[in-house]
């Protein structure tokens, strides 16, 4: 395994400098290196006959993934179309293989969507009325999934190969070493001093590890493991506690400048630079932190809720010193991505590059060899296995894409959504919110949000919102599951661990995040606060003036006062941030 683990590291950390490699080629091969993550190495690997049949799936799905790369010169002269028994058998089984990867990985809801999807494709032509479609050859169809790059190895596949493994490695090589602790000891010494400073610690710790990881669940439980107990201790009411620290961990997706995988897909579905999003995405990102940071002020307020203790609080050079851990290869991502014109995959391979050169040192700046081999065991294994992850859901949403390209489907659910809305933008928003809120309770955020762009995208862009912000709207609202009822996986995971009921969790969470709902919406009314690269000064007025109503909206929903003061302090914070958009 650890072999294995190292091999699909150098694999994708070589696929920066390797040049011009054949799509054919250099997908298949980033499935050949995580297959065997996704059935053999996993947390609990099955026994008995079960442990038979995921040997069986790994092995059909590296010979049909090297039958492709081997074969993809015949295969471009095709044009799409299957020839022979032989290329069926291998159509079938990698469509058949990742659906059981994303089963595996992401349980029902994705496989289940696809496999609609495909039906949808192969019987669509009986449907009565428009819904229906014209038809589509089974060879053809079968092989523009799986021997072109109309599915399987669209350019979805492309982007979880070449650029979000590079990032999930290094958010791996970082959490391997001290970088959390960086994180952590710097935020203490920020915020640790202030008026419910535990709970503010975990709101910038958060938003600093959670731009690295992106992912909800990986910063609850390492960031949580520390903060909600010293929040627990100085006593912060359980489920309070189990709020902040899910909100704040929701965060991460949206925070640049790694959005949990989210921006570099984004990159390539809006043929865009990697720079413009990560402008685009950035104030939001503060505006939601800055909501959940009022919204700890406010409580902190609500329950007396008093600084750390000094003893808790790290002294100067301590701090310094694990500073580096993060500072270091983080400093390195954003000057190659802003400095030179560089790719941010290869600024990612160079800040993995010095995180994985700090492993050798402890938090004293110690080094050691027989530490630094052990810690770089864990950050390929942890890569290894995150990437996995994200490529079975990716393979997925490919098949789903493809689909709805070759069938219309896309075309026709576009018009739905504009007849329904009388083509209507804030109509529009409504159904968009609430398709991304419902599919975003069984599948990951970015699943959901690639899903949700590829249907609602379009009509959202054809009533007039610019692309840009019809993707992030969708990608942010994608992500509301994360803290609202009845599906809510942070909420779940974060009142675990503090022992606290989980609506009631949810609830302080959604006071907490009010933001994740305000947000959107407020930068679709105040255009230029996703404008920060071509107008700054107009993007910090909107960002001002947002973050005032944000402050207004959250004091009426926590502050301890009669209801309709509560109610009037909310409206208002409503008309500051939706009246005179900018």
Not at 402 to 408: D, K, Q, R
Request: one cysteine or more; aromatic letters at 10%.
């Amino acid at each position: 395994m650890v072999l294995l683990a190292f091999a699909s590291v150098a694999f994708h950390l070589w696929l920066v400098t390797a040049g011009l490699i054949p799509h054919l080629v250099s997908r298949p091969l980033h499935i050949i290196a995580v297959l065997p993550f996704v059935f053999l190495f996993t947390a609990q690997p099955a026994t008995g006959w079960r442990r038979v049949i995921d040997v069986a799936l790994c092995a059909f799905g590296l010979a049909a993934c090297i039958y492709v790369l081997v074969q993809y010169e015949a295969l471009d002269e095709q044009y799409g179309r299957l020839r022979g028994t032989m290329q069926f058998v291998v159509a079938w089984g990698l469509i058949l293989l990742a659906l059981e990867m994303a089963r595996r990985q992401v349980k029902w809801a994705m496989p289940s969507t696809a496999a609609l999807a495909l039906l949808y494709g192969l019987f669509g032509q009986y449907l009565p009325g428009e819904l229906g479609h014209a038809g589509i050859p089974l060879a053809s169809f079968l092989g523009t999934l799986t021997i072109t790059e109309g599915g399987l190895w669209g350019s979805l596949t492309g982007t979880s190969a070449e650029v979000v493994a590079v990032f999930v490695i290094l958010g791996a090589v970082i959490g391997a070493g001290e970088g959390g602790q960086g994180f952590m000891a710097a935020s203490i010494a920020l915020a640790g001093r202030l008026r419910a400073g535990a709970a503010k610690v975990s709101v910038l710790s958060s938003a600093l590890f959670g731009s690295i990881s992106g992912s909800a669940s990986a910063n609850v439980a390492s960031t949580g493991a520390i903060t909600l107990p010293t929040m627990k201790r100085l006593g912060y009411p359980p489920a309070l506690a189990a709020a902040v620290e899910a909100v704040a961990s929701s965060g991460g997706q949206i925070m640049p400048p790694v959005m949990g995988a989210g921006a570099f897909i984004m990159v390539e579905l809006l043929r865009t630079t990697y720079n413009e999003i990560l402008m685009a995405a950035l104030l939001p990102a503060v505006l939601f932190f800055w909501g959940v940071w009022a919204g700890c002020d406010l409580y902190g307020r609500r329950y007396g809720l008093e600084p750390m203790r000094a003893k808790d609080i790290p002294p100067f050079a301590r701090v310094a010193k694990l500073v580096l851990f993060f500072l270091v290869p983080f400093g390195l991502l954003l000057g190659i991505l802003f400095l030179s014109g560089n790719t941010p995959q290869y600024a990612g391979a160079a800040a993995t590059g010095a995180s994985a050169a700090l492993l050798l040192f402890n938090d004293q700046l110690r080094p050691s060899l027989t530490r630094w081999a052990s810690r770089l065991v864990e950050a390929a294994v942890n890569a290894a296995r995150q990437i996995a992850t994200i490529a079975a859901i990716i393979l997925c949403a490919g098949l789903i894409i493809g689909v709805l390209n070759m069938t219309g489907l896309g075309v026709k659910i576009t018009s739905l959504i504009l007849g329904l809305s009388g083509g209507n933008l804030w109509g529009a928003l409504l159904l968009t919110g609430l398709a991304c809120l419902i599919l975003g309770m069984e599948v990951p955020t970015t699943a959901a949000y690639v899903i949700c762009v590829a249907v609602a995208g379009p009509a959202l862009m054809e009533i007039g919102l610019p692309p840009l912000q019809a993707h992030l709207f969708i990608f942010w609202f994608a992500l509301l599951s994360t803290i609202t009822p009845p599906v809510c996986g942070a909420v779940f995971i974060a009142a675990g661990m503090a022992g606290a009921p989980w609506l009631k969790v949810a609830w302080h969470a959604m006071t907490l995040g009010v933001g994740l709902y305000i947000v959107p919406l407020a930068f679709v009314a105040n255009p230029s606060l996703t404008a920060l690269g071509s107008t700054p000064w107009l993007a910090l007025a909107a960002c001002v003036k947002i973050g005032i109503g944000v402050w207004m909206v959250s004091r009426g929903l926590i502050h301890r006062e009669a209801m309709t003061v509560r109610a009037l302090w909310v409206a208002a914070g409503m008309v500051v941030i939706f009246a005179f958009g900018i």
